[in-house]
């Protein structure tokens, strides 16, 4: 198996994840309550495994031509329950009719009285968005 410079770099971060984990540096216990410090720390490495991807040559726009709905729901949400994730997209009725909205379903909890929706899970599914808008310039999530 020929190993191209994108492998070598998903590697890498494999490596960097695993050894960050087996140091002692991985996640650990964090008592429940108001704090984000767990968000914070996994935002880190997933920081450092992007700063090691190719820079882009240019800047690239990309105009999404209808609405986006964003539902931030409970943990126990029946819809995301049903898909076992923390966010799921769709494309209601028919993709070809622009007058649809899109709509975001991810998760959310409660710190100090204000929503925060599941960074992550927001990132993902927006990016489905950004490659069902512009494929051509954006990658899907899954592949």
Partial sequence: MKLTKTKVQVLKIIIFCVLFI???CGFTYIK???S???SERAQLIYHH???LLPEMEKTHKIHIKRDIIIHIVKEDNPYLKRYGAAGVVRQ???PHLDSEPYQIWVKG???KGKVVPHIFALG???QHLLNWEAS???ANPHN
């Fill in 22 to 24: 087996l140091t002692g």
């Fill in 32 to 34: 429940p309550g108001p």
């Fill in 36 to 38: 984000i410090k767990s």
């Fill in 49 to 51: 495994g992007f700063s």
């Fill in 92 to 94: 209601l009725t028919f």
């Fill in 109 to 111: 909890k409660m710190v």
């Fill in 124 to 126: 993902h599914e927006i």
């Fill in 136 to 138: 051509e310039i954006v």
